[in-house]
């Protein structure tokens, strides 16, 4: 299976020779052009939203994470709210 088969061209070369750039999204499955998509998995989905909805987290979002530091305290044991 090659990696671009979950995308398909939209549109044959012909009268509308212009719109052959044009591919459809993975999640919406709308065409778009991929110059302007706000994705940053541009050949994959055609917006940010998109890219959001069907992976859950975002590529930008996932640059710009920073790992929590792990300390060496022990957590505190849950207190119920009905005991003391």
Request: charged share 30%.
């Amino acid at each position: 299976m090659n990696a671009t088969d979950d995308r398909e061209t939209t549109i044959p070369a012909g009268r509308d020779a212009e719109f052959t750039g044009l591919i459809r999204c993975k999640r919406c499955n709308l065409s778009y052009t991929p110059s302007k998509s706000t994705s940053a998995l541009r050949l994959t989905y055609c917006s940010f939203l998109c890219e959001l909805g069907d992976l859950g987290f975002s590529m930008q979002g996932l640059e710009h994470m920073e790992r929590v530091k792990k300390t060496d305290e022990q957590p505190k044991e849950p207190v119920s709210a009905g005991t003391e």
